[in-house]
């Protein structure tokens, strides 16, 4: 996934970082420039807000140190590609004492289908919506004998991840 072409780019320099969507704290900012960060619109429970995406290495090297996101409830975090551009998605909480939840997989969908979710993001570069459900999207089904497919076809389970 590339920050500057969308949400959803799959090339396979990309398909295997993790990366965090997230809002600021009330009065910060990145600049639209900002390398490494991309600006998104969202909506999560019910509030409509400016949110980011950037890699996980970014979110932890620079964006949780700053101080910026220090009030927010939760981050979602996005795994590696499983397949067409879909990725494993997992709230994680400022709180290390909440259990990270998983939310299913982060998959485009219409304007009116991201209406009717509690949360969506959306990529204004590429006029396209974004939500977490816990069904598998057809395009995920996997091919017989897909061993690789398989192994990557789980929700993340923050063993590896700490915020």
């Given at each position: 996934?590339t ?9 396979s ?70 397949r ?22 982060f ?56 915020v």
């Amino acid at each position: 996934m590339t920050i500057n072409n969308g949400i959803h780019a799959s090339s396979s320099a990309t398909g295997g970082e993790t990366f965090v969507i997230f809002a600021l704290d009330h009065g910060h900012e990145y600049p639209a420039s900002y390398v490494g960060i991309k600006k998104l619109t969202g909506s999560y429970k019910g509030e409509t807000e400016t949110s980011y995406i950037c890699s996980w290495d970014t979110f932890t090297e620079q964006v949780k140190p700053s101080g910026k996101v220090d009030n927010q409830e939760s981050f979602l975090v996005l795994g590696p590609t499983v397949r067409n551009s879909v990725r494993p998605a997992t709230l994680f909480f400022n709180n290390a004492n909440v259990a990270p939840v998983n939310l299913g997989y982060f998959q485009s969908v219409s304007q009116e289908e991201a209406e009717r979710q509690d949360g969506w993001s959306y990529d204004a570069t590429q006029g396209q919506y974004y939500v977490c459900l816990h069904n598998a999207p057809e395009r995920l089904i996997p091919r017989r004998n897909d061993v690789a497919f398989a192994s990557r076809y789980q929700p993340l389970d923050g063993a590896n991840l700490s915020v």
